[in-house]
T-cell receptor, first 113, second 112 residues
Framework: GAGVSQSPSNKVTEKGKDVELRCDPISGHTALYWYRQSLGQGLEFLIYFQGNSAPDKSGLPSDRFSAERTGGSVSTLTIQRTQQEDSAVYLC???????????FGQGTRLTVV | KQEVTQIPAALSVPEGENLVLNCSFTDSAIYNLQWFRQDPGKGLTSLLLIQSSQREQTSGRLNASLDKSSGRSTLYIAASQPGDSATYLCAVEKSSGDKLTFGTGTRLAVRP
């Protein structure tokens, strides 16, 4: 596709359930980022993938959060045993390489009830 | 730890006015700075990217300047229009390929 695609656009889940959020970056982009935006808050960095290098996981808030990127393309962010404080918009971005503009998807709005 | 601040947090102006949004960052050792806009319920749209060696970038009615030594950037919007209403975010990158550190944004409303 022409842009970064995220699915689902909205997800409502019960507390304690696991969720998977998907990101399809722009074709050919080697860098992929996950951010979280809570209501009224700024964007919080979660994790960064660059090519075949080990990901930068320094922003993951707890061990309930994990992400993988298969084949250097699609990425999945998994949240286990969701909590109400996990409710936020999860945004994915990709870049062509280490430089240049970052392009964001429309986000997945996660609501934990 | 890099901290990015945007002032004002909110701004309301009449259509046609020229305006300036401010972004400041505590660590001047940055690689680049990027300005985004975010419409309600949407993702971020990239507006301008300024490399650390550059002083400004222009796109249409938008002009972004960077004063790296003082830790400041401004986004100038000329002849504002109601369609410019959105939240504007600045983000800095410490080194090539690093994560972006975002400010909390300026919510702009342009009144017809």
């Amino acid at each position: 596709g022409a842009g970064v695609s995220q699915s689902p656009s909205n997800k409502v889940t019960e507390k304690g359930k696991d969720v998977e959020l998907r990101c399809d970056p722009i074709s050919g982009h080697t860098a992929l980022y996950w951010y979280r935006q809570s209501l009224g808050q700024g964007l919080e960095f979660l994790i960064y993938f660059q090519g075949n290098s080990a990901p930068d996981k320094s922003g993951l808030p707890s061990d309930r959060f994990s992400a993988e990127r298969t084949g250097g393309s699609v990425s999945t962010l998994t949240i286990q045993r969701t909590q109400q404080e996990d409710s936020a918009v999860y945004l994915c971005a990709s870049r062509l390489d280490r430089v240049g503009e970052a392009f964001f998807g429309q986000g997945t709005r996660l609501t934990v009830v | 730890k890099q901290e990015v601040t945007q002032i004002p947090a909110a701004l309301s102006v009449p259509e046609g006015e020229n305006l300036v949004l401010n972004c400041s960052f505590t660590d001047s050792a940055i690689y680049n700075l990027q300005w985004f806009r975010q419409d309600p319920g949407k993702g971020l749209t990239s507006l301008l990217l300024i490399q650390s060696s550059q002083r400004e970038q222009t796109s249409g009615r938008l002009n972004a300047s960077l004063d790296k030594s003082s830790g400041r950037s401004t986004l100038y919007i000329a002849a504002s229009q109601p369609g410019d209403s959105a939240t504007y975010l600045c983000a800095v990158e410490k080194s090539s390929g690093d994560k972006l550190t975002f400010g909390t944004g300026t919510r702009l409303a342009v009144r017809p």
